[in-house]
């Protein structure tokens, strides 16, 4: 539904409930943004939008299927004085159980891609799924996805974090990345403007907005070769990694030259459980949710584990996963 107005419209929706059945009258708001498609909801609960599932509710949140719907969702947040927080598919998040105040704005809805077979070049929206992407790519016979077949995340995020597998890593293919200031202008950085390392770029926590980026493959390979490559790794991945339980993939960085699993492991700490957050028996650089596990849970786990280490092996073990809201240290 779109109302044109001026400024942004609040509708009131009342939810009368039944009364017989003593359930009481909820008042909801939702806000139409004027020009676009896009409505922002309020107390959207996280939980299904993380791999972890878990995290309490965005106080707003908005999903925008394009450009336009992006910019007027992120001036609405500016008029209101509330922040921004950006949620791609959420694969690398813990989100606190009370929830994250502001508007979260999820790119899943950012959608498409171009490869060209002439030049190899890959232009793809934030929202896309980098395994989706990684399969469409062997298909057509493109080499330099293939690591990330196992990698849950969004273009946009992978952007972000980095994120590589079996020695491939974003920063390899990158040539550039289209970037919504928060001034509102949109801006192309290549990658070496944004200072990649291991699992990081000088987009992380930054107010920036990866909106779309172009990779550079390889093309005209033989695709059932590129897709064997694929199957593979998506293959070492289902049988080394415990990706039948809700997880964020590693949660601690290595601390070179050392593997943060391997010091989890060799800490004792393979199968340790709080609540229902358990260090994988599989690879002990990962926390699962066994069913139910509360973000606190996680984030308890997590302490436990840091403490444990730094007492085994005086190594302070750095995370991963991004934390978003409130957290109380126990
Ligand atoms: C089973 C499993 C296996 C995994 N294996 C790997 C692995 O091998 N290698 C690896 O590197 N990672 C791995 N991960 C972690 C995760 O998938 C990656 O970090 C991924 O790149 C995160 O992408 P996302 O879209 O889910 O980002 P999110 O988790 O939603 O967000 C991550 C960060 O990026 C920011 N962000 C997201 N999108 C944007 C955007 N468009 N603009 C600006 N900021 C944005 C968020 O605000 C947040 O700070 C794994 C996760 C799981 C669950």
Redesign the pocket.
């Known amino acids: 539904m779109t109302i044109s107005s001026a400024d942004a419209y609040v509708c009131k929706n009342i939810e009368i409930c039944d009364r017989e059945k003593k359930t009481v009258e909820v008042e909801r708001q939702v806000i139409y943004l004027p020009g676009t498609d896009c409505v922002i909801r309020p107390g959207v609960s996280l939980a299904g939008f993380?791999?972890y599932r878990v995290g309490g509710p965005a106080e707003w949140y908005v999903a925008p299927r394009n450009i336009t719907a992006l910019e007027a969702s992120i001036k609405y947040a500016k008029s209101q004085g509330i922040q921004i927080?950006?949620?791609?598919?959420?694969?690398?998040?813990l989100v606190s159980d009370c929830g994250i105040s502001g508007l979260v704005i999820g790119?899943r809805h950012?959608r498409y891609s171009n490869l060209d077979p002439e030049t190899g070049l890959v232009t793809v929206a934030?929202?896309e799924s980098?395994p989706n992407l990684a399969w469409e790519a062997a298909k057509l016979g493109f080499e330099g996805l293939e690591w990330s077949v196992?990698?849950?995340?969004?273009?946009?995020?992978?952007?972000?974090?980095?994120?590589?597998?079996h020695n491939g890593?974003i920063a390899d293919i990158l040539v550039s990345a289209e970037?919504l200031l928060s001034d509102g202008t949109l801006k192309t950085f290549t990658a070496s403007d944004l200072g990649y390392a291991y699992?990081t770029s000088n987009?992380?926590g930054?107010k920036?907005?990866?909106?779309q980026a172009t990779f550079q493959l390889k093309p005209g390979a033989d695709p059932a070769v590129v897709l064997a490559t694929t199957k593979q790794h998506k293959e070492h991945?289902l049988t080394t990694?415990?990706?039948d339980k809700?997880?964020?993939?590693?949660v601690f960085r290595n601390p070179k030259p050392y593997s943060a699993g391997w010091l989890i492991e060799q800490a004792g700490l393979k199968g340790y459980q709080i609540g229902k957050a358990q260090v994988a028996p599989r690879h002990a650089n990962?926390i699962v949710n066994c069913g139910g596990a509360s973000a606190c849970d996680i984030f308890n786990l997590i302490r436990y584990i840091q403490n444990s280490v730094q007492e085994h092996w005086s190594i302070a073990l750095e995370p991963?996963?991004?934390m978003?809201g409130h957290f109380q240290i126990a």
């Open positions: 993380t791999s927080t950006v949620l791609g598919a959420g694969s690398n998040l790119t950012l934030a929202g980098i196992g990698i849950p995340g969004t273009v946009g995020g992978a952007v972000v974090m980095n994120a590589g597998a890593c970037v699992r987009l992380q930054s920036h907005i990866v909106t991945r990694q415990p990706y809700p997880s964020c993939g590693s990962f991963e996963v991004k978003l």
